[in-house]
């Protein structure tokens, strides 16, 4: 029973490159949640999805970042144009239903801007 | 805005002693406090959590201590060993909002 899976485990990209992360959830989970997690802080949230729609965007940056979970295929956290300050671990979660009491975390993705 | 402030930042107890981290929150709607256990290069992961009708939950060497009035809960580990070296984050979640909010995190040494 593999948990949630991300990849990369790592991504370089040079300033003003477009960084694409990708999160495949738990089995018949269908609600994803992508956090930030910047050097010495917390997590914090950035998107809530469920399959094909886009449920809560409330901690997204308003320019350069974009997510989807389509009906087939993993959840996308797309930065373009990423500036040093993007460096950071994103992680995505997953729940098989709204309720995100004890939802599982991946192991993430570290994102270096260079 | 920072709604569960934690601390210390870093604990370093001798194997065997208690660890002791505390978190504090504002948000009265909050109604699940969860813990979570990150390792390097590791996602976090559930320790264990706790709803405000309860003052304490225990399970193994981890206890929860809540206090409702005064808007606290700690995490306790007993007979700590080096392998529950790791960074640890209260977070909390309610309101109707599936967004968990958490602390900065405490980064825990336990020496052998």
């Known amino acids: 029973n593999a948990g949630v899976m991300q990849n990369p485990r790592h991504l370089v990209r040079r300033r003003g490159q477009e960084a694409r992360l990708r999160c495949s959830p738990m089995?018949?989970?269908?609600?994803v949640y992508w956090y930030r997690q910047l050097p010495e802080e917390g997590l914090k949230f950035m998107v809530y999805l469920q399959k094909e729609n886009i449920i809560d965007e409330s901690g997204m940056p308003k320019e350069r970042f974009s997510a989807e979970f389509p009906k087939e295929g993993p959840s996308i956290l797309r930065i373009q144009q990423v500036v040093r300050g993007d460096s950071a671990a994103y992680f995505c979660?997953?729940?098989?239903?709204?309720?995100?009491?004890?939802?599982?975390f991946g192991s993430g993705t570290r994102l270096t801007v260079v | 805005q920072q709604q569960v402030k934690q601390s210390p930042q870093s604990l370093i107890v001798q194997k065997g002693g208690i660890s002791i981290i505390n978190c504090a929150y504002e948000n009265t709607a909050f109604d699940y406090f969860p813990w979570y256990q990150q390792f390097p290069g590791k996602g976090p992961a559930l320790l264990i959590a706790i709803r405000p009708d309860v003052s304490e939950k225990k399970e193994g060497r981890f206890t929860i201590s809540f206090n409702k009035s005064a808007k606290q809960f700690s995490l306790h580990i007993m007979d700590s060993q080096p392998g529950d070296s790791a960074t640890y984050f209260c977070?909390?979640?309610?309101?109707?909002?599936?967004?968990?909010?958490f602390g900065k995190g405490t980064k825990l040494t336990v020496n052998p």
């Open positions: 979660a997953s729940s098989p239903t709204r309720s995100p009491y004890g939802y599982t």
């Open positions: 977070a909390a979640l309610g309101g109707g909002s599936e967004k968990l909010v």
């Open positions: 089995k018949g989970h269908s609600h």
